[in-house]
Structures are given as C-alpha cells and as structure tokens.
C-alpha cells in the first residue's frame, strides 16, 4: 500500500512537468523515461480548464458571421459548439503549414492555456475514403513531421497522431509490407515529436466498434505507442464514453500502462443504431455533442475528454446536401446540438 501511494505520488509529480513552462518562458522536463510522458493540468480558468480554444476554427467563424449578420437565435445555438475548444488538424503541406502550427501554439501560450493538435497526413491516407490524401511518400512525412515538431518547440501542445493509421493497417487496408512500414512511419514520428518537452503525444487507437484491443494492442506497440504519452480513442466516432473507458483500460494495460484520451464530441447519444454501411460513422443522423472538453476526467488513466473531430464539420459527401469532408455543414451541426 505504502508503494502504491508512492508511485501515485510520483505520477501527479510527473503529470505537473510535462506541459510546464518555466518563468523564463522555457519548458522544463523533468521525467522519468519509463513512466509516460507527463501532462500538466492547469488550473480552471474559464469554461474550460486549460484547452486553447482556436478563433480560426470553422465554428467560432461562422458563429461570427452569423452574429455579424443579425442571426442571433441560430448564433444562439452554435455558441454552444464554439464556445468549446477542439482540435486544430494539419492535413497537408501546402506552403505556410508549418508557420500556421508556430502561430496556433504561440497563441495558445499567451493565454495560458493548451492547444490540441491533430496530425493527419499519413501516405495513403483513409484508405482512398472521403479524406483520402496524405504525403506522397515516406520522406515527404518524415519531413513533414520535422516541420511540425520544430513549430512547436518550446511551446505546449496535445498532439493526436493519424487518426485511423493504425486501425486501418490492422483491419486490411494496406498489405503487410505497407502495413509494416506505416507502423515504422508512425513510430519514428512519436520519436520526433517525443523529443519537444512540451508536447504530448497520443497515437490513435481507433474506437471499440472497430478494432478489439487484443488485436489493437501489438500494432500500436510496433508504432511506438509505449514511447508516446499514450493513445487515443474514438476519434471522429460515436462510441459512448463508458464503452470507451473500458477498450481504453484495457488497451492501457496491454501497453504498459500508457494513459489514453477520449473523444466526446459527437458522443452524447452513443453510435447510430438504425442505418448502415458508411451512414454509420459519415454524419449519422441523430447524433449529440458529448461531455465537453476538459483535462479533469477524474479517472487516473484519461488524461482528457476532447472534441478531437469538431462538431459541425462534415465527415464527407455521404448524404443529400453534406459537403466533403472537412467542411462546415450547418445543419448537421445543429442538429448535434438538440435544435
């Protein structure tokens, strides 16, 4: 028991460097590389404790315009998607990319608080679905995550890694040479971005709908996801944050014990039951905003619920009337809020 409380004290030691900045305005690292990278929590300040809450988003955007045109009932109802922060996503090298990541983090350390950064530029990409794309080759990432990580140095961030890669890899998308080589891809992008003490690396893990973490577990081993800060789950999905918690848990221990995040974005009303095939995860209808953003989960091993996918913005061109992927969809976006 003695033991027990010294290792939870080690770990709360651990969680308040990782993040931290010292007065002088440089990071400080003071863990231990066995343990998972630390992740500070700050303390609340505002509507939500800690989490940068990007202007440039598509929601804050169009909550402005709506606002500067008079639409004050339906401004009303966005308010509520984008008065929470959620994720900024880098999906492409088009000139500018890296300065955009140095404003977006130099931003978020001026108010004090920490942006979460989605990376999605793996080589072949969703496989050839409706967010296809990504780097040509191997180097062209590589490279590509060396811009990322050298814009973030010296600042915080919470960086979610290619959601889906791994998924993908696991359930038949790729061969097993491509497969095998995705994975070293990934591996050597924690190693890269690992090597900024302000940043918190969580590889995705796909969600419990998908993939089961029997199987899950030694692809994201082979990614590297015992040298990141941990992983994270259902991202862009529906999954309920209890069926959550527990494929996290049990991931968590098939992986040293790695800590995770959840994605609760579009979670409140758990996965859509009554259609099929791709209507299942693109803009399912009858979907909710889920428990909002925050780095205070209570439980030991979520280091944050998150809004990784951002509420509003289409998950592709599936449906009458939905934009591709990526683009603001209005009225999907209300209906996440009820209205």
């Not at 290792?7 to 440089?26: E, F, I, K, M, S």
């Not at 008065?83 to 931003?107: E, H, K």
Request: some cysteine.
């Amino acid at each position: 028991m003695a033991r027990h409380r010294y290792r939870r004290g080690r770990r709360a030691q651990l969680l308040a460097a990782l993040l931290g900045v010292t007065t002088a305005g440089a990071v400080a690292l003071t863990h231990d590389p066995a343990e998972p990278a630390p992740l500070r929590t700050p303390p609340a300040t505002g509507p939500v404790a800690g989490l940068y809450l990007d202007p440039g988003g598509l929601a804050p955007r169009y909550l402005r315009n709506l606002r500067g045109s008079g639409r004050h009932a339906e401004a009303a109802v966005i308010q509520r998607i984008a008065d929470q922060p959620a994720a900024t996503w880098f999906t492409d090298a088009r000139p500018g990319f890296a300065d955009r990541a140095r404003r977006l983090v130099t931003a978020a350390s001026a108010a004090g608080k920490t942006p979460v950064v989605t990376l999605y530029f793996i080589p072949h990409r969703d496989c050839r679905q409706y967010s296809a794309g990504g780097a040509r080759d191997a180097q062209t990432y590589r490279n590509w995550i060396s811009s990322m990580a050298a814009a973030m140095r010296g600042h915080r961030a919470l960086v979610i890694l290619e959601p889906d890669a791994v998924a993908h890899a696991v359930s038949g998308c790729l061969g097993p040479r491509a497969s095998a080589a995705r994975y070293a891809l990934l591996a050597d992008a924690i190693d890269t971005l690992r090597a900024e003490p302000g940043v918190a690396v969580y590889l995705d893990a796909g969600h419990p709908g998908w993939v089961s973490a029997s199987r899950m577990a030694p692809a994201l081993r082979r990614s590297g996801a015992t040298r990141a800060r941990g992983f994270a789950v259902n991202v862009a999905n529906f999954q309920t944050t209890r069926t959550n918690l527990r494929y996290g848990t049990e991931l968590s221990r098939l992986l040293a014990g790695r800590h995770f995040v959840i994605d609760t974005s579009r979670n409140g009303n758990g996965p859509a039951r009554r259609v099929r095939g791709d209507r299942q995860w693109c803009n399912p209808p009858g979907r909710r905003l889920g428990h909002a953003p925050t780095l205070r989960t209570g439980q030991e091993l979520v280091d944050a619920y998150l809004w990784v996918k951002r509420p509003g913005e289409s998950d592709g061109a599936c449906g009458a009337g939905a934009p591709p992927a990526g683009q603001w969809y209005p009225a999907y976006a209300r209906s996440l809020t009820g209205s």
